[in-house]
């Protein structure tokens, strides 16, 4: 493969790390901030109300009917609007997948600094409680906890949370311990800072945000996975709330009798929505690196 | 023969590290447990006011007397005993079932894995050794609509091919499909191997490790010597990562699983666990927990055993 | 046009391949890029550089870091990963009175766009360019040139033993069966003193000291018995004592074998006592070479090179130990390799700049002059106009 080196004039700036970014991590992350944006609009839209038909609004002679001008998505087997009740159906993860993105990042940085910052027996207390964590895979334990409580999606998102902490923790050690192999936080010591001012200020806003960001991302792709899994198994958003497995789920009765865009249009939505948030996050990742690298 | 000791004496360090974290996730579990709204305590409580005495014996007619912790110890020591207690559901003992739903999931879990590597192995060689871009930025594509296409959409699609092309539309769905034809635990592996979310990673994480071995400075004696490139790449640069990535992606798996084995009702870990929270069967979620924990850690102690055979730092001084 | 090292210009292949005659390696031109992401310019790590070896000869190569002394010899090897590497130049390699030159092909794979001599603009198909070359070099990796690196420990692999690389060496170089190499690999262990070979050849790099890691590498590279050895700072990052070990090991080795040795490194003593011709580079050039005792001669009286001045003065002679004079380190810092000055790259270094030639230095690159019985200077002091 034919490579070009152009020599830049001297006096010329340096280019933005995105103009170095490859062509393809730059459509990625173009592409997953239009998903993000959609996915926060739609919420944003059904939250105010400024939906295309009404959420519940039945209409029995228009059942199962195809896509058409009037409803670009087709409508569903009791006649409603499926574009309608996609739309709506951010509102089944999006408050939540917040939540277990907050409780993910929160409890990984504070575990995370626990483990590399005191190290010691700190350390191998916590690195055990993430090692239990991480044991048990995650459904496993989200089915546990649905049999033992009722399986309302908030509290559902708080152990998918929990579960993340262990993977937003090692990375965040794992950073703590490369600046302290540099002597980075030594020097700060040295000046005099105060350990949650290291902490807060210089190792986590200053080195570990944009993997917090980074992780918020794929965190966000996660919850609208695991809700739609959830939902579609008949353990998460329980009808007539919209969403988007619950969608695919009524859909898949009727992809025998034909009628295909009912379950497809709501399963291609979250595979394109997950696509995007997955993108972003390893576009965003490979962007800072190439920043970082200066 | 000290080489074995050193073995033996790494391993044993690693069972006990194991045997410990399964501890704690049986500790976890049973004190979710008796969170539980809806304890056997309650009952009592609820049905009127008891005094004290009424109240112990009733504990102990449930055997819940003592504090937690002398409750989990009885528990700890039943589990160790493999007693796993009795389902609410059938009243059969649930060690019985867990082993035979776990070998069956094993199965899945294994040739699911099987695949993954073999679509993650070749993208991940070909776009760090190959000299196309283009071609490898499509795989990377492919790679990354595979890892976000929901599995139990793509399941249901790989259940109405076969039924419409195989049983020539009958209208009917035919469950589970591996009654029919032992062949098909095929479809779930394949589904399973290919969309459980972690393709897209698993190449990552070789081309990352790929790419860094690439870089060492032996390899730039082996090439300075004239010898092959790939001998000298191949136990840090491929055999190493591929281990730990798909050790460490046992989980995921196992969690795909539950929804794989819905879709198809195939009757592993997941589908028990799917009834057994619809049902509130606690003794046998339990259990499963229990089992899922023990092949996550034994995944990694078949990782820890690779490392001993092939990184001599290891074992050796 | 080809400069020779006795200042010679031959223009034709003929005159090439006469002026081959007894050499073992020829190097012409050798120009080795990369490029600075970060700054969008390129990195002249190796500019014209143009030397040759004899066998049995040791060349040494001796510069700050950075002045492209290592690039040099991963090029000659053909170890240079980075894009985009080798643009230009000839390494001519003779053996039994034929002559081939191992960078043949390469203008197919590069497209230069120059501007006032210098590349604005340059376009590679490395992957394809490396494959072809690796095909060429396969031969003589291994069996005719072999390398030693710095960082003994981190270049020989952790995940095999001593004795199998050593061992795999001796297979592939000298096409020996493995019970025979093994054989072989032993001797060569005891030859590079190493106690109890038998035991070492099962020890891994990481158990080794540095030391003794360096003679196992001697060892493995000289296996094969190769005709030429690439030394890439052989000593540095080692203790004195084992350095000078290390130095007496190649003393002895390249009198016994006759291999010739390409030398790379910073330490002026350790080239003094190995190299019979040396080089010394600066900014990706080779600023002036010759017999070593005529470059390392005097600080003053020889024709030298202003650099090759500086820099000796900036060692500690007996009689400036005596004397307690205080040691001159060159003025000024080590060129920004990403912007070199248009002139002569050592110009705003120079303590040696006379009015007379002051503008052409400031100008114009010097060419290579000959000062002496095959002693060259890249300095406008030695112009004869």
Request: charge should be positive; aromatic fraction near 10%.
């Amino acid at each position: 493969m034919r490579h070009t080196f152009t020599q830049r004039k001297l006096d010329a700036a340096a280019p933005h790390p995105w103009k170095r970014l490859r062509r393809m991590d730059r459509a990625f992350i173009v592409y997953g901030l239009v998903v993000a944006v959609l996915v926060v609009g739609c919420y944003l839209c059904s939250l105010v109300g400024w939906l295309p038909y009404q959420l519940d609004g039945m209409d029995l002679n228009h059942m199962n009917e195809a896509p058409s001008l009037g409803h670009p998505f087709g409508t569903d087997n009791m006649g409603r609007d499926i574009l309608t009740r996609i739309i709506a159906g951010t509102q089944a993860f999006f408050l939540p997948g917040l939540l277990a993105i907050v409780i993910a990042l929160v409890g990984g940085s504070l575990a995370g600094v626990l483990g590399g910052y005191y190290g010691g027996f700190t350390d191998k207390l916590t690195s055990y409680l993430l090692n239990v964590i991480d044991s048990i895979p995650k459904f496993v334990l989200l089915l546990l906890v649905i049999a033992i409580f009722k399986p309302d999606i908030y509290f559902i998102m708080i152990i998918v949370g929990a579960t993340n902490i262990p993977t937003v923790a090692s990375f965040i050690k794992g950073k703590i311990l490369f600046l302290k192999g540099r002597d980075f936080i030594e020097a700060a010591a040295a000046l005099g800072l105060s350990d949650l001012r290291i902490i807060f200020k210089h190792i986590l806003y200053h080195h570990c945000l944009p993997l917090l960001i980074i992780q918020a991302t794929l965190g966000m792709g996660e919850a609208i996975l695991i809700e739609a899994s959830l939902s579609y198994l008949g353990f998460g958003v329980q009808e007539p709330m919209a969403s988007w497995g619950n969608l695919v789920a009524a859909g898949n009765n009727y992809v025998l009798q034909g009628v295909f865009y009912y379950a497809a249009f709501p399963a291609l939505v979250i595979m394109l929505a997950i696509l995007g948030f997955y993108l972003l996050g390893d576009g965003l990742n490979n962007l800072f690196e190439e920043e970082e690298r200066g | 023969m000290k080489i074995a000791f050193k073995y033996l004496r790494y391993l044993s360090s690693e069972i006990v590290i194991s045997l410990a974290l399964l501890m704690g996730v049986s500790l976890l579990a049973f004190m979710l447990l008796q969170a539980a709204p809806g304890s056997p305590m309650d009952m009592y409580i609820q049905a009127g006011s008891i005094s004290a005495e009424e109240l112990d014996a009733a504990r102990q007619e449930l055997g819940v007397q003592g504090g937690v912790i002398k409750q989990y110890l009885i528990y700890a020591g039943k589990l160790c005993r493999g007693d796993f207690g009795f389902s609410a559901e059938t009243g059969k003992p649930v060690l019985p079932v867990l082993l035979i739903t776990t070998w069956r999931t094993l199965k899945l879990t294994i040739g699911a894995m099987l695949v993954t590597l073999l679509i993650a192995v070749p993208i991940a060689l070909f776009s760090t050794l190959g000299s196309r871009a283009r071609g490898s930025a499509l795989l990377s594509v492919i790679a990354y609509l595979l890892s976000s296409a929901p599995m139990f959409w793509l399941g249901y699609l790989v259940i109405f091919g076969v039924t419409r092309t195989y049983f020539s539309f009958t209208g009917e769905r035919v469950m589970p499909l591996v009654s029919v034809n032992p062949w098909f635990i095929l479809l779930p592996i394949v589904v399973l191997g290919a969309s459980n979310g972690t393709v897209s990673e698993v190449i990552r994480y070789i081309k990352e490790q790929l790419s860094r071995v690439l870089r060492e400075d032996y390899i730039r004696t082996a090439r300075a010597k004239g010898s092959s490139v790939i001998k000298h790449a191949f136990k840090e640069g491929f055999l190493i990562p591929v281990v730990n990535v798909m050790a460490a992606k046992v989980p995921y798996v196992l969690s795909g699983a539950v929804i794989v084995e819905q879709v198809f009702n195939y009757e592993g870990l997941g589908n028990l666990a799917w009834v057994s929270a619809q049902n509130r069967d606690y003794a046998v979620i339990l259990g499963i927990v229990i089992f899922a924990a023990i092949l996550v850690r034994l995944a990694d102690l078949l990782k820890n055993l690779v490392y001993l055979l092939v990184n001599p730092r290891l074992t050796a001084r | 046009m080809v400069l020779t090292r006795d200042g010679a210009r031959a223009t034709s292949n003929e005159q090439l391949a006469t002026t081959m005659m007894n050499a073992l390696l020829k190097v012409q031109n050798l120009r080795t890029y990369f490029f600075s992401k970060r700054s969008g310019r390129f990195i002249r790590a190796v500019d014209d550089v143009s030397f040759e070896m004899r066998p049995g000869e040791t060349f040494g190569l001796v510069g700050e870091s950075g002045s492209g002394k290592s690039v040099t010899a991963l090029s000659v090897m053909g170890l240079v990963r980075d894009e985009p590497g080798v643009l230009a130049g000839r390494v001519l390699y003779q053996e039994n009175g034929k002559s081939v030159n191992l960078l043949e092909g390469l203008p197919n794979y590069v497209k230069l766009e120059q501007r006032d001599a210098e590349v604005t603009r340059l376009s590679k198909d490395n992957t394809n360019w490396l494959k072809a070359h690796d095909v060429k070099m396969k031969p003589l990796r291994g069996r005719k040139f072999s390398m030693i690196f710095q960082n003994p420990k981190s270049s020989m692999n952790p995940y095999f033993t001593i004795g199998d690389q050593i061992i795999e060496s001796v297979m592939w170089g000298c096409r020996k069966k493995r019970e025979e190499a093994k054989k072989q690999a032993v001797d060569w262990l005891r030859r590079v003193y190493i106690d109890l070979p038998e035991r070492r050849m099962q020890e891994y790099s990481f158990n080794l000291s540095g030391g003794m890691c360096q003679r196992a590498m001697i060892a493995m590279a000289l296996a094969c018995r190769p005709k030429l050895l690439i030394a890439d700072e052989p000593t540095t990052g080692l203790d004195a004592t084992i350095q000078s070990v290390i130095v007496d090991l190649l003393l002895e080795l390249k009198r016994e074998l006759k291999v010739a040795i390409l030398l790379i490194t910073h330490n002026i003593e350790v080239i003094g006592r190995l190299s019979d011709y040396i080089g010394v580079m600066y900014a990706g050039r080779i600023m002036e070479s010759g017999p070593s005792d005529t470059v390392l001669k005097g600080r003053r009286t020889a024709r030298n090179h202003p650099y090759t001045i500086g820099l000796l003065q900036s060692l500690p002679g007996e009689d400036q130990v005596k004397r307690g004079a205080r040691l001159k380190a060159i003025a000024g810092d080590v060129p920004d390799v990403t912007d070199l000055p248009v002139g002569c790259k050592f110009y705003p270094r120079c303590a040696l700049k006379t009015p007379r030639v002051d503008k052409k230095c400031k100008t114009q690159e010097p060419p290579v002059f000959k000062v002496g019985k095959g002693h060259t200077c890249r300095c406008w002091l030695y112009t004869t106009k």
